[in-house]
């Protein structure tokens, strides 16, 4: 396991943009990772999305996660493209309201260029990231792991883990009765997959 | 053995163990993990008859809840 630093990229807005048009994201899970990480990215200029839950809003989720009260009982998927849609109407998004299986992985993804693994259980997270090794080892996937409780900042870092699996977060503070995911840490972490999505997609 | 265990080198008394014998072995009570041999893959299905020898190098990641 190796730390992962890149320099910052520097380029002008309009190449940025004009690069990011082209580019397409795919985001397993839109929870408290998936939903702020899309957001960061739609705003950076992303062009296309791929994003995958088949879960609703519920109150619950209002504490970190980019929906809002009015929101509650739509499915995420059509939630989070009405909120990108208020940041830019062109974007293309292709949402799935269903629970993915190791079989849909190729289906679903196989067009991304990067893969930003958002799930909010570690059972779920182990399938994607096993089923991207195997059947998509060319696109990398960006895996949110350790982002429970509150401070803790310096604990969060970057790891490449294999060729194409870089994990971000703290790999330890699990969500339990007394750590509770909470905004800021969750959407920081949020913000590291989509900002090294980024630096992965301008290289 | 000797292995090369998450960048560590580390002594493993036993001449050959499957992945599931090393987790056991090591006493990695996580449930859920990705593992490499080699920089392979070894998914969860395959740990009992893929085989750890020495001078392997093993990587585990532990993958946790929260998101």
Known sequence: MNSYNVDCIKMTQNELRKKLKEKTVGIAGCGGLGSNAAIALSRSGVGSFVIVDFDRVEESNLNRQYYFREQIGKKKVEALSINIFKIDRSINIEAHAIKMKPHDVKTLFGKCDIILEAFDVADAKMMLVESVMEQLPQIPIIVGNGMAGIGGFELLKIIKWAENVYVCGDGISEVSENLHPLAPRVAIVANMQANLALELLLK | ?67
């Open chain 2, 1 to 67: 053995m000797i292995i090369n265990l998450n960048n560590r080198i580390e002594e493993v008394v036993a001449d050959e163990l499957t992945v599931n014998g090393l987790i056991k072995y090591k006493n990695f009570t996580f449930r859920l993990l990705v593992t490499k041999v080699n920089g392979k893959l070894v998914k969860t299905v395959d740990r009992d008859q893929v085989f750890v020898n020495d001078g392997d190098t093993v990587e585990v990641l532990h993958l946790i809840s929260g998101g």
